[in-house]
Structures are given as structure tokens and as C-alpha cells.
């Protein structure tokens, strides 16, 4: 989601761009294997996840940096840094995470689940649902498609460039409502005409959690947690109540730029997150995101179909080889192939990872957004660096 030209948060899983000069300390907690199978995983390939994980917490300054991996039908979970800044507290193996923009994937699977159901047409415009709702300078629902939401070609300016982000602090235990947060979008004139370029805007997926509302006559969060947390049986992931701000136990504390004019960094653990809403409220662990991207691929969330139409791409102009469908991005991969998944980006945690057609499953955390300890750029690659290395090596 976007703070400034220089900052964003829940955005693509991609470069957070911010500075900031702090000196912080962590100290590297050995993974402990759970059993003889998973240490016998770490042996291997984890080896250099966890040189990857080390360097994050190490050079780019991340208190805390953890993985979870499935490979080859072992899994293992390794972790670097402290829980809490400035200690040494142990990281907490697969702890609590907030979610961020994976929040999307989740989204599109119940819309696309709705579209298997006769509900929702892709190719119909956002009008026939939402009628009246999506109207402003150059911005017409008329004109925007229920695909053109999903994929981001929509052209909808984004909410979270425009509700103070930017001063993290002054908002960070503030709750909005939806129809505020499209408000605010729908006063700033459209970025482009619908259909003719890509660009990342958390509004799509506002509208997108709407639909969902409109056409079940039930909560968005309702929807998700019956239709996707319930069915993937993921135990840790939860869309938090309205007014909960704290993250389920065990977790590594998060951490973020109280502003991005003044560079100090706050404890962003407990935070309101209504703002993310169905761009980007959960809350889970790096093994559920990866057993959900799995299960996804696998075809057991979504009909073939409609698996087909969310792997249908556009470029996605944030990295050489990355492209966007319906709410995943193929990222390319090293070692040849490419993985889908989401990432997320929210004040106190960067989640990546996803799964590929081979079977493999990767979920990555850290506890602070790029950019709040140290280079932005430089960080943000590391972080794609190292769950690149979760997959290919």
C-alpha cells in the first residue's frame, strides 16, 4: 500500500522504497528441527536459505527473518534475528505474521469461486453488481470489468496513497470503514483508461471484497474464512474482528517508520488493520501461505476453469519477468521455471513466497519493511533474493 512516491505498503510483493539510517542489532537463533525427517531437509538446500536469512537480519538489518519450505515432500522451518529489537530473544519458529496483499489471492479465489457458481461474470462490468458505486473523474463502473479489478488493468487510483499512510503513527490505531477508504480513492481522477496499462491499486480489491459482499449478502471476512481458510483447513490464518489489533501468540514483534519524514522506527505489532481489508487484512504464518499457495495450484480451492482464467498474465512491469493474472503474480526463478504467489507488504512485516507446478511451497517473513532499517531497494532484493533461494536451492 502506497505511502508516498517513497514508501508503499500492502503493494506486490515488490521494492518498498524508503530511507532511513538506524543502527540496529539481532542476534542469529539456530532453526531447531521438529523431527528427524525435517532436519534431514535443512541439511541440504536449507543450508544456503539459512546463509540467506542470516545475511537479511545481518547486513540488511532486519530484526527477524523466517522460512518455511516444502521441498521434495520434506518440509523444513528455519529462522535469524530476534523476536524483539535491540534483544535476543528467540524468533519464534513459523510465528504469527500480518498478511499484507496475500490478502488478494484469497479474495480472488472466493470471487472466482462465485464466477464457478453462475454468480459473478468476469467480463461484466463492475456496474452490474455495484451499481452507481465506482463513479469519479475519468472513472466509470461501466467501463471497468470484474477481470479488470483482479488483475489491476482497472486504472482505479489507490486508496492508500490517500488516507495519511505516510504518518504511519498518527493512524496506526485508526479504523476505517470501506465505503471511506473508496472515497478516498474515487476523489482522485483515474490513472488510465481501463484496459490499457497495468499499475498495483488496493481500491481494485476493495471493490473486489464489495462484490463478494453484494452478491452473498454476507461479511467479505465471512466469506473468505468459510470458503478458503475453512476448505484449505489453514489453523493460522484469521481475518482479525473489527477493533482487534493484536497478533496471535507466538510472534516476532514488527517494526516500522513512525513517518516517513522523521525516520524513527516504532513497534507496529499492534495496529489496526481495517484499512487493508480485503486487499490486505489477514493474518497467518509463512507455512500456512505456503500450504494455501499449494493447494491452490493443486486445484483443490478452485474448478479448473477458473484455475485456468487466474493464470491467465499481463505483464507486470515492477521486475524483469514478472506478471500478474487474478490476483497472482508469476515471478521468475533462477534455477529455471517461475513461482505463483502474492507477497505482502504492511507496516511491521514483508511476506513472500508461494508454490510451483512441481510441488514445491515456500513462505518467507520479516519483521520490518524495507526501507526502515536500511536501503530500501537493496532490501527488498534481498528478501526476493533469499526466497528464490528457498526454491531452487
Same mark, same amino acid.
Given at each position: 500500500?502506497?505511502r508516498?512516491?517513497?514508501?508503499?505498503?500492502?503493494?506486490?510483493?515488490v521494492?518498498v522504497i524508503?530511507?532511513?539510517?538506524?543502527v540496529?542489532?539481532?542476534t542469529? $537463533?539456530?532453526?531447531?528441527?521438529?523431527?528427524?525427517?525435517?532436519a534431514?531437509?535443512?541439511?541440504?538446500?536449507?543450508t544456503?536459505?539459512?546463509?540467506s536469512?542470516?545475511?537479511?537480519?545481518?547486513?540488511e538489518? =532486519?530484526p527477524a527473518?523466517?522460512?518455511w !519450505?516444502?521441498?521434495?515432500g520434506?518440509?523444513?522451518?528455519?529462522?535469524?534475528?530476534?523476536?524483539r529489537l535491540?534483544?535476543?530473544?528467540p524468533v519464534?519458529?513459523?510465528g504469527?505474521?500480518? @498478511?499484507?496483499?496475500?490478502?488478494?489471492t484469497f479474495? @480472488?479465489?472466493? !470471487?472466482l469461486?462465485l !464466477?464457478?457458481?453462475?454468480?459473478?461474470e468476469?467480463?461484466e462490468?463492475?456496474?452490474?453488481y455495484?451499481p452507481?458505486v465506482?463513479?469519479?473523474q475519468g472513472?466509470d463502473g461501466?467501463k471497468?470489468?470484474?477481470? *479488470?479489478?483482479l488483475q489491476?488493468?482497472s486504472g482505479?487510483?489507490?486508496?492508500?496513497?490517500h488516507i495519511?499512510?505516510?504518518? =504511519?503513527e498518527?493512524v496506526?490505531?485508526t =479504523?476505517?470503514?470501506?465505503h471511506?477508504?473508496l472515497?478516498?480513492?474515487?476523489a482522485h481522477?483515474?490513472?488510465?483508461a481501463?484496459?490499457? %496499462?497495468?499499475?498495483?491499486?488496493?481500491t481494485?480489491?476493495?471493490?473486489?471484497?464489495m462484490?463478494?459482499e453484494?452478491?452473498t449478502?454476507?461479511p467479505v *471476512?465471512?466469506?473468505?474464512?468459510?470458503?478458503v481458510i475453512?476448505?484449505?483447513g489453514?489453523?493460522?490464518t484469521s481475518?482479525?474482528?473489527?477493533?482487534? *489489533?493484536?497478533?496471535?501468540?507466538p510472534h516476532a514483534?514488527?517494526?516500522?517508520l513512525?513517518?516517513v519524514?522523521?525516520? %524513527?522506527?516504532?513497534?507496529?505489532t499492534r495496529?489496526?488493520?481495517?484499512?487493508g481489508?480485503a486487499a490486505?487484512?489477514? $493474518?497467518s504464518?509463512?507455512s500456512?501461505?505456503?500450504?494455501?499457495a499449494?493447494?491452490l495450484?493443486?486445484? %483443490?480451492l478452485?474448478?479448473p476453469?477458473?484455475?485456468a482464467?487466474m493464470?491467465?498474465?499481463?505483464?507486470?512491469?515492477?521486475?524483469?519477468?514478472?506478471?500478474?493474472?487474478?490476483?497472482?503474480?508469476s $515471478?521468475p526463478?533462477?534455477c529455471g521455471?517461475?513461482?505463483?504467489?502474492?507477497?505482502?507488504?504492511?507496516?511491521?512485516?514483508?511476506t513472500?513466497g508461494?508454490?510451483t507446478d512441481d510441488?514445491?511451497?515456500?513462505?518467507?517473513?520479516?519483521?520490518a519493511?524495507?526501507?526502515?532499517f536500511?536501503?530500501a531497494? %537493496?532490501?527488498a532484493? @534481498?528478501v526476493?533474493?533469499a526466497t528464490?533461494?528457498?526454491?531452487c536451492?
Amino acid at each position: 500500500m502506497g505511502r508516498t512516491k517513497t514508501a508503499s505498503r500492502l503493494r506486490k510483493g515488490v521494492l518498498v522504497i524508503a530511507a532511513v539510517s538506524l543502527v540496529g542489532s539481532a542476534t542469529t $537463533i539456530a532453526a531447531v528441527a521438529d523431527t528427524p525427517r525435517e532436519a534431514t531437509a535443512r541439511a541440504g538446500g536449507s543450508t544456503a536459505l539459512q546463509r540467506s536469512l542470516d545475511a537479511l537480519v545481518a547486513q540488511e538489518r =532486519f530484526p527477524a527473518a523466517f522460512a518455511w !519450505v516444502r521441498k521434495d515432500g520434506r518440509t523444513s522451518s528455519l529462522v535469524s534475528g530476534s523476536a524483539r529489537l535491540g534483544g535476543k530473544v528467540p524468533v519464534p519458529r513459523d510465528g504469527y505474521v500480518r @498478511a499484507g496483499s496475500n490478502t488478494k489471492t484469497f479474495t @480472488a479465489v472466493v !470471487v472466482l469461486q462465485l !464466477v464457478a457458481e453462475g454468480k459473478v461474470e468476469l467480463d461484466e462490468p463492475i456496474e452490474t453488481y455495484l451499481p452507481g458505486v465506482v463513479r469519479g473523474q475519468g472513472i466509470d463502473g461501466r467501463k471497468i470489468t470484474v477481470r *479488470q479489478l483482479l488483475q489491476h488493468t482497472s486504472g482505479l487510483p489507490n486508496y492508500t496513497e490517500h488516507i495519511g499512510l505516510e504518518d =504511519f503513527e498518527k493512524v496506526q490505531h485508526t =479504523f476505517f470503514q470501506p465505503h471511506d477508504l473508496l472515497t478516498a480513492a474515487l476523489a482522485h481522477p483515474a490513472d488510465f483508461a481501463p484496459g490499457t %496499462k497495468w499499475k498495483y491499486s488496493n481500491t481494485n480489491y476493495l471493490l473486489a471484497g464489495m462484490l463478494i459482499e453484494k452478491v452473498t449478502e454476507r461479511p467479505v *471476512q465471512e466469506q473468505i474464512t468459510e470458503r478458503v481458510i475453512r476448505k484449505a483447513g489453514l489453523r493460522h490464518t484469521s481475518w482479525p474482528q473489527p477493533g482487534d *489489533q493484536t497478533l496471535p501468540r507466538p510472534h516476532a514483534r514488527g517494526y516500522a517508520l513512525s513517518s516517513v519524514e522523521n525516520g %524513527k522506527v516504532i513497534d507496529a505489532t499492534r495496529m489496526d488493520p481495517s484499512w487493508g481489508g480485503a486487499a490486505g487484512q489477514l $493474518i497467518s504464518t509463512p507455512s500456512d501461505l505456503a500450504k494455501f499457495a499449494r493447494q491452490l495450484l493443486d486445484g %483443490k480451492l478452485l474448478a479448473p476453469a477458473q484455475l485456468a482464467e487466474m493464470r491467465k498474465t499481463v505483464d507486470a512491469p515492477l521486475m524483469p519477468g514478472w506478471r500478474y493474472g487474478l490476483g497472482v503474480f508469476s $515471478i521468475p526463478l533462477s534455477c529455471g521455471g517461475e513461482y505463483w504467489g502474492h507477497g505482502g507488504d504492511i507496516d511491521g512485516y514483508e511476506t513472500r513466497g508461494g508454490a510451483t507446478d512441481d510441488g514445491r511451497a515456500v513462505g518467507l517473513a520479516v519483521t520490518a519493511l524495507p526501507g526502515t532499517f536500511g536501503d530500501a531497494e %537493496k532490501s527488498a532484493k @534481498a528478501v526476493m533474493s533469499a526466497t528464490d533461494t528457498a526454491f531452487c536451492n
